[in-house]
């Protein structure tokens, strides 16, 4: 929560517009930027009063006078310091000024909420400008955690930032995977910030804007069985398959939390556990994909685990039938989840020849209670 501005620091000019029972005619002025002998400072901070005022009649005007300030008002407001809620409307309005921004975030008022909102919408710029600040960092780890989950990030900057975390004992629950995360980066080499984007940042954008590319409608999986339950890559997601490969173990699993659903199909089922348990914890993932995760007997018993012990997902009776038909999930976990199943399907549970046996006996034994 930013603090309030405070009118009493203002000069007494100042705090008489200020007044919510000033001259209506007075705050009209005030929200047009119009101030004489005001400081640029002063009047940029009445603007942003006004413009956060509900029941304010000028502010419409406040704010269209706020969002398109002339330079040297601007400039002159930004050459001295500024309050907390102040910094944050600057920075919310001016994100895309780069030259702006620097000066907003190089002020000891800013405020970590306007951080965290600059981290999460930020582009690159943007984000390299925010992740030098270590010290302020670790102050408010929020920060890091947007920065991670925001795809303009670069890569190599998340990485760093993960790095800083985890060699400082910050726990970043923000981040879905953040076990995932912290245990991959122990073996990885973390590069040096740097002017330009690295090789390795390069590769995570092209990848990006591959499988947006690629991205359909609707959830659809990225693999084919043949006769014998073996599966391929269809040929559309090869290319894609590729540049996953390349990548670190830290890469693909920031690609599982942040990239599109196919990429999801493909890392849900890489051969390091880690990577696949990020993809099913991915904020982004969808019930229809889960449906057709749970389904899977390629799947790992780790991914089913995850899916079983996720509220969210066991709301669906078609996940949990799925969970109680696939060979690959945990016996006592499918087990648990016999009890809720209709009649109908357990009777057929309990004749597949697809299903172990130990759950097998546990849906007729299920069966055997409901008709006692």
Not at 30 to 45: D, F, M, N, Q, S
Not at 307 to 324: G, M, Q
Request: hydrophobic share 40%; glycine share 4%.
């Amino acid at each position: 929560m930013i603090a309030p501005i405070d009118v009493g620091v203002l000069s007494a000019p100042a705090q008489k517009m200020a007044q919510p029972g000033a001259p209506q005619k007075l705050r009209d002025m005030a929200a047009r930027g119009i101030a004489p002998g005001l400081k640029p400072g002063e009047v940029v901070t009445l603007l942003a009063l006004l413009a956060s005022r509900e029941d304010e009649p000028a502010r419409e005007a406040a704010e269209k006078t706020l969002s398109a300030l002339p330079d040297p008002l601007l400039q002159g407001a930004l050459g001295g310091e500024l309050q907390p809620l102040v910094i944050d409307k600057l920075a919310r309005l001016y994100a895309d000024r780069l030259p702006v921004v620097e000066r907003l975030c190089a002020m000891p008022g800013i405020a970590a909420d306007t951080l965290e909102e600059l981290a999460r919408t930020g582009g690159e710029a943007v984000t390299e400008l925010i992740a030098v600040n270590e010290e302020r960092l670790l102050k408010s780890p929020r920060v890091i955690e947007r920065l991670y989950m925001n795809k303009h990030t670069r890569m190599s900057t998340a990485d760093r930032l993960v790095d800083l975390a985890a060699r400082n004992g910050v726990e970043l629950t923000g981040i879905p995977a953040w076990r995932e995360v912290s245990i991959a980066i122990k073996d990885e080499l973390i590069a040096e910030p740097s002017p330009e984007p690295t090789p390795d940042d390069v590769l995570f954008a092209e990848t990006q804007a591959l499988a947006e590319a690629l991205a359909a409608e609707e959830a659809v999986d990225t693999h084919v069985e043949d006769e014998e339950g073996k599966e391929e890559i269809k040929e559309q997601y090869i290319p894609l398959y590729k540049r996953l490969a390349d990548m670190t173990m830290s890469q693909r699993i920031r690609r599982a939390m942040l990239g599109s659903r196919e990429e999801r199909m493909l890392l849900v089922r890489d051969s390091n556990r880690l990577v696949a348990s990020a993809a099913v914890r991915s904020p982004q993932m969808q019930e229809e994909e889960v449906v057709l995760i749970s389904r899977n007997r390629n799947i790992t018993d780790e991914v089913l685990r995850i899916i079983a012990t996720t509220p969210e997902w066991l709301k669906s009776y078609t996940v949990k039938r799925n969970l109680v038909e696939n060979p690959r999930t945990p016996v006592l976990v499918a087990t648990r989840l016999v009890q809720h199943l209709r009649e109908s399907d357990l009777r057929g549970i309990s004749k597949s020849k697809n299903v172990t046996s130990p759950v097998k006996d546990a849906a007729r034994r299920h069966l055997e209670r409901r008709k006692s």
